[in-house]
């Protein structure tokens, strides 16, 4: 009996221990995980031994390793206030890892790996778990037009906007739109470094004046965050106006067509065979002022006819009486020296329009 159990144990233990393989299942609760929201990551290993010891690392895109813990307790990142590591050991010996990072930021993504090791840090066992943080471009900083504020651009030119804002994850989009509902231009994307940006080329005329151009950025996953940038107003100097018969293309043929001694001739040709002559800012002010000033005199000098025809009026309505009317009263026969004569007057007070009659003797000489 002791002789058999001495035999067959030996025998038997390797095989006992190959069936007790330690291993690691990787997982976590919530992924993808949001920005700012609580980042886990839950590492299940069963049949541990004394001997092992399970640590926590993050690798980036990058290749870039960073330890997040080691053992039960010991947190290696110390500087990091938002890690936190809980372990539970199970009734049938398996031991649990939670590790959380709350405020989830975009440098949080990456493959985690829960790996079991012995004391000599050779790998038992290993699980990876790959976990994204989405985010949005941050509302303070994106995104960026240029240039911002009022553009003072001569008809006929060229212009270019920008706009600028980080990626996100997933990718944003960038639309462009005007103020006055008018139609945008296809505009140009490109990336790099981890930004996108997005060109809106077009050539300036005069129905351009005074519009606005925003720029918005917009995820399907985030369908409550849109942000705006604007560009301009546009202050355009000159009326030209682009010509609905000719196409740009035909406008680039013919001045292909026509040789190239005289192409940048031509250019400039083909370019202005509509516009008119471009007058500046400071001619349309001086022009207003001048209007404004010749309206003033005009309306200054009607007013003053119309007090002197009024005047005028006046005086040749009114034909005041003689001051002094009289009638002469005489005594029958012929006057001789040292009569008297008497003269009977009418006098008018011209305030009141009154009458009066007065009675007055005179020598007669």
Not at 175 to 192: I, V
Request: hydrophobic share 35%.
């Amino acid at each position: 009996m002791f002789l058999t159990y001495y035999l067959i144990v030996p025998i038997l233990a390797p095989i006992m221990c190959i069936n007790a393989e330690t291993t690691v299942i990787v997982s976590s609760p919530v992924n993808p995980v949001k920005k700012n929201a609580v980042l886990s990551v839950l590492c299940q290993v069963k049949n541990i031994q004394k001997t092992h010891v399970v640590a926590i690392t993050r690798h980036d895109s990058e290749g870039n390793i960073e330890n997040l813990s080691y053992g039960k307790t010991n947190i290696i990142n110390d500087n990091d206030d938002r890690i936190f590591l809980a372990v539970r050991q199970n009734q049938d010996g398996s031991e649990v890892y939670l590790l959380s990072i709350k405020d989830a930021e975009s440098s949080d993504a990456g493959s985690y790996k829960c790996q079991v090791l012995q004391r000599d840090f050779s790998e038992v066992a290993v699980g990876i778990v790959d976990i994204e943080v989405h985010y949005f471009p941050s509302k303070d900083t994106y995104p960026m037009c240029t240039p911002h504020e009022h553009i003072q651009v001569n008809a006929g030119e060229k212009l270019k906007l920008n706009c600028t804002t980080e990626i996100g994850f997933p990718s944003v989009d960038i639309t462009w739109s005007r103020s006055d509902n008018l139609a945008t231009p296809e505009p140009r994307e490109s990336t790099h470094d981890g930004m996108l940006y997005s060109e809106l080329s077009l050539v300036v005329s005069a129905k351009d004046q005074g519009a606005m151009f925003v720029c918005k950025i917009a995820s399907d996953l985030f369908p409550e965050i849109n942000q705006l940038c604007y560009a301009g107003p546009l202050i355009v100097q000159g009326d030209w106006v682009p010509s609905t018969v000719h196409s740009e293309r035909e406008t680039s043929l013919a001045t292909t067509n026509s040789g190239p001694d005289t192409d940048s001739t031509n250019t400039r040709a083909i370019k202005c065979q509509n516009c008119a002559p471009s007058r500046s800012l400071l001619y349309w002010v001086v022009a207003t002022a001048a209007g404004i000033i010749f309206a003033a005199i005009f309306l200054i000098w009607d007013v003053v006819l119309c007090i002197k025809l009024r005047r005028m009026r006046h005086d040749k309505a009114y034909q005041p009486p003689p001051e002094d009317v009289y009638l002469e009263i005489s005594n029958r026969g012929t006057l001789t020296a040292g009569d008297s004569v008497r003269r009977l007057y009418m006098t008018l007070e011209k305030p009141t329009g009154k009458r009066d009659y007065e009675e007055r003797n005179f020598p007669c000489t």
